[in-house]
């Protein structure tokens, strides 16, 4: 679906294990009763512990919503540690909106994992996710994480995933192992998201560990730009929310030499990087909210990038557009109508318009197309809508979804 990567022909091959599939990574979860529901008296998991067992060097990209949650704040700060061990998680409150009991609470979950393990708790970063303005039940977190702790082992990757979910259907991980001059490296991924989903971050989590050797200067500015073209390009519903996040970390015990940028061993770890965020990203959009329709938006020879960019989220965001998606109806007038609106460059004449290769508009006017044939190809669960400006040579891509009376219903109360 165009991501950008010939899967077969990479120098990589997926693994199982998630975030525990590098060497030196533990995981645990357990459920302390925030989440509402279990089964037999068991509550669901809503806590997750990833560890490395060896210090790490960590990057991050936080929400840029100006309402960011005590966590945000806390992992910003704890960031700058110049060796990280671990990332405490929780799910069912997004501690959002709680103001300085907020921060206490963020800040009393790293203590806790850290006075658990042995290690200082600015070693932590903490994540949450959940609902808005309650009061975060710390006494549970911090009477949990001893056994939590006392669950860490290399096999529990599946179950991160699994306890960072809230309207999530299914687990998002995956890992890969490649090969640097001859050592095996592996780079491991977990992400939760379904709803409040749109470029710049999103309503999601992302922890990505990696037992490659890496400055931490080099990992933040690689880590940056494998978000930009993954989680940054992604949107559901056009909601950004207070708590998204996305964490690596790198503690070096593949064995392979340090990564040197502008290297072809660094290109290559990048590359395997950016397939896993592309990958979660991926599955966070085919999961959204009551969707049914996966949608890749491709604006080609744009004048500009920023214009590309913006003319693809106009699309990718637009209601109209979302809605005629769901009703299989090719209404590429409302696609039109959104470039209009992107505040771009562009030429009513100029614009060609296709679904799946299909032309629709030509010369900004109805094509030749029988209306069938490209009626057609929306019944499909996945499909490209192109938009060729003809302006430049910019060009850039948005992955989102339709918008189903499935997704208004679920959004309807807490």
Not at 113 to 131: H, M, P
Not at 183 to 209: E, Q
Not at 226 to 242: A, W, Y
Request: aromatic share 6%; glycine share 8%.
């Amino acid at each position: 679906m165009g991501w950008g990567f010939a899967f077969m022909d990479s120098p990589f091959h997926e693994i199982t294990g998630a975030v525990t599939a590098p060497r030196g990574f533990r995981a645990a979860a357990i459920g302390c009763g925030i989440k509402e529901g279990g089964q037999a008296g068991r509550p669901r998991d809503d806590l997750a512990l990833i560890v490395s067992d060896f210090p790490a060097v960590g990057a991050a990209t936080f929400t840029t919503n100006k309402i960011k949650a005590a966590p945000v704040r806390v992992s910003m700060d704890h960031l700058r540690s110049a060796e990280l061990r671990g990332i405490i998680a929780n799910s069912g409150n997004a501690n959002a909106c709680t103001g300085a009991d907020g921060i206490r609470c963020a800040k009393r979950m790293t203590a806790a994992a850290a006075g658990a393990l042995g290690w200082n708790e600015k070693q932590f970063l903490v994540c949450s996710t959940g609902r808005i303005g309650r009061e975060l039940p710390i006494e549970r977190i911090e009477k949990a994480v001893p056994e939590l702790a006392g669950k860490l082992h290399a096999d529990n990757g599946r179950a991160v995933a699994r306890a960072i979910m809230t309207s999530d259907t299914f687990e998002k991980e995956i890992a890969i192992e490649l090969s640097l001059a001859g050592k095996p490296v592996r780079i491991g991924g977990v992400a939760k998201g379904a709803g409040m989903i749109n470029p710049d971050m999103a309503t999601m989590l992302c922890f990505v560990t990696t037992d490659a050797a890496i400055a931490k200067r080099d990992l933040q500015k690689l880590f940056l730009e494998s978000v930009e073209q993954s989680f940054n390009r992604i949107t559901v519903d056009g909601d950004m929310s207070t708590n998204d996040t996305a964490i690596c970390l790198a503690n070096g015990q593949s064995g392979a030499e340090l990564l040197q940028p502008q290297s072809a061993l660094y290109d290559a770890f990048a590359h395997g990087l950016h397939f896993v965020t592309r990958q979660l990203a991926r599955m966070i959009v085919e999961d959204g909210e009551g969707v049914s329709k996966f949608v890749e938006v491709h604006v080609k020879n744009a004048a500009t990038c920023r214009d590309a960019r913006k003319a693809a989220e106009a699309v990718a965001n637009s209601m109209l557009v979302k809605c005629s998606w769901c009703g299989e109806d090719p209404n590429w007038g409302r696609v039109m109508d959104a470039v209009g609106y992107a505040a771009i460059n562009v030429r009513e004449e100029m614009v060609d318009i296709f679904y799946n290769g299909v032309v629709a508009a030509e010369h900004g006017m109805a094509s030749d197309t029988p209306p069938e044939k490209l009626k057609e190809i929306l019944r499909n669960k996945n499909f490209t809508v192109t938009i060729d400006l003809h302006l430049g040579t910019a060009e850039y891509k948005v992955f989102t979804t339709d918008l189903t009376t499935d997704y208004v219903k679920f959004n309807l109360s807490e």
